[in-house]
């Protein structure tokens, strides 16, 4: 519940895409016209709606007509048991246009029927949708509220880890002919993404600098991690076996940076160009990484370099130098700034990453010298460049290891799709974590 300065409620929304959404015993899916029998059974009980701000429903009729005009939008899901998907109660995610909200806000709705109450299922069905908000959606702020005297709906903004924003009196409240004193409560992703969330350890590997011997890093990298509610640290280079064993065995996720070119021998070949420019330690370092992080099903997620290098140690292998072996007119190495994307690739329909962003095409940055030219068995190519290049790259049978050709870590902080990248990455090394 959110007010506006004339203490008036705002009620103008619109709406979500249709989506369902699953918990460990429930089901969250769109209303529909058959589940009117079990609206009328339960909101008939003054102790559901009243609470809410709406009067108990007074026929069946009444509940048909409620569930056509306010429920069967997208904005707003049935709660439904598993065990029967019957409707116990509705929530939602609702955007108001009033300038109240931010185009990437929303408000957090609910009610459940009385005989469902006590067992905890109203904060388990707000947590996945306020999941469902800030990692599918983008959202950046959940708004929440509950009328005075209203302890079961402040309980569960508690327990979703709400915060107190404001208190407003006189709040008009139409439907029941008064007026109430109403507490607004706030969740930003930020806050979400600390709630009662293991910080997972997430190794990046590092550039090399081979005039100063030294180890380096892009801070992009690691901020982007940061943001994302990980915990990022730089791995040295070493090729001892048992010392990168126990590197793996402390991380719960792996990032494979950008940098040099792969060396051919990492995938039995020679250099056929004369162009090729490795790095000697990160070669005697990273394959080892990787077949350690593939055993113990570590999240892996590889960069352009890490894309590469991936596809070449799991059996595939590459253009050595694109603009000689395969010239194309679509620019594969930009000038700075590389904050901005110089090309389009197209989602497969069947990968990770179409689902991940509900979109068919995405524009991206590039700045690479390397790329696929044989995929790696196993793996499945989830964006395709204008000229047919695989630009990233999935293994199905594997928790999580993805990888792109291009650099979002460099894209503008304000691009939606390389947040929830990164985003997407650390929750499932933050899975890992709490799985171990």
């Known amino acids: 519940m959110r007010t506006n300065g004339k203490n008036v409620r705002v009620r103008r929304t619109i709406g979500l895409e249709k989506h369902m959404l699953q918990t460990e015993r429930l089901i969250l899916r769109p209303w529909e016209e058959s589940d009117a029998e079990a609206l009328f059974e339960y909101a008939k009980d003054p102790a559901v709606g009243t609470p809410a701000?709406?009067?108990?429903?007074?026929?069946?009729?009444?509940?048909?007509?409620?569930?056509?005009?306010v429920l069967m939008r997208d904005e707003t899901f049935a709660v439904c048991r598993k065990e029967d998907n019957r409707a116990i109660g509705s929530i939602s995610l609702k955007r108001d246009t009033d300038?109240?909200?931010?185009?990437?806000?929303?408000?957090?709705?609910?009610?459940?029927?009385?005989?469902?109450?006590?067992?905890?299922?109203?904060?388990?069905?707000?947590?996945?949708?306020?999941?469902?908000?800030?990692?599918?959606?983008?959202?950046s702020r959940i708004w929440a509220g509950y009328y005075d005297g209203n302890s079961k709906s402040r309980r569960v903004q508690e327990k979703c880890g709400f915060r107190y924003q404001s208190t407003d009196t006189?709040?008009?409240?139409?439907?029941?002919?008064?007026?109430?004193?109403?507490?607004?409560?706030?969740?930003?992703?930020?806050?979400?993404?600390?709630?009662?969330?293991?910080?997972?350890?997430?190794?990046?590997?590092?550039?090399?600098?081979?005039?100063?011997?030294?180890?380096?890093?892009?801070?992009?990298?690691?901020e982007r991690i940061r943001e994302a509610g990980g915990t990022p640290i730089l791995l040295p280079m070493t090729a001892d076996e048992s010392e990168i064993a126990q590197l793996v065995s402390v991380l719960d996720g792996i990032l494979f940076a950008g940098g040099q070119d792969v060396s051919p021998a990492l995938y039995e070949t020679t250099d056929e160009t004369g162009t090729v420019q490795p790095c000697p330690q990160r070669d005697a370092f990273e394959p080892t990484l990787l077949r350690l992080a593939l055993k113990k099903d570590l999240p892996v997620f590889g960069i352009c370099r890490g894309l590469q290098l991936i596809n070449a140690c799991c059996g595939g292998d590459l253009y050595q130098d694109l603009p000689l072996q395969r010239p194309s007119d679509v620019c594969h190495r930009q000038e700075r700034p590389y904050t901005d994307p110089v090309h389009t690739v197209t989602l497969t329909a069947d990968g990770g990453l179409r689902a991940l962003l509900g979109t068919e095409t995405l524009a991206v940055n590039s700045c690479h010298h390397q790329a696929i030219r044989t995929l790696a068995p196993g793996f499945r190519a989830t964006a395709i460049t204008p000229d047919g290049l695989m630009e990233a790259i999935e293994k199905p049978d594997a928790p999580f290891v993805w990888a792109v050709q291009w650099h979002p870590e460099m894209l503008s902080q304000s691009d939606a799709a390389s947040r929830k990248l990164f985003e997407r990455f650390v929750q499932a090394c933050r899975e890992r974590a709490n799985r171990a």
Not at 111 to 127: D, I, S, V
Not at 195 to 211: C, M, R, S
């Open 99 to 139: 300038l109240t909200f931010g185009a990437d806000e929303r408000e957090l709705g609910y009610w459940l029927a009385k005989p469902f109450w006590g067992q905890g299922l109203m904060p388990e069905a707000a947590k996945e949708l306020i999941r469902y908000g800030f990692e599918e959606l983008g959202l």
């Open 170 to 222: 006189g709040i008009d409240v139409p439907l029941m002919h008064e007026t109430r004193t109403g507490h607004t409560n706030v969740l930003t992703r930020e806050e979400w993404l600390r709630q009662g969330k293991k910080h997972p350890l997430i190794g990046v590997t590092a550039l090399y600098d081979a005039e100063l011997e030294s180890l380096w890093m892009m801070p992009a990298y690691l």
């Open 53 to 69: 701000g709406w009067p108990p429903h007074q026929s069946f009729e009444e509940s048909r007509e409620i569930l056509r005009r």
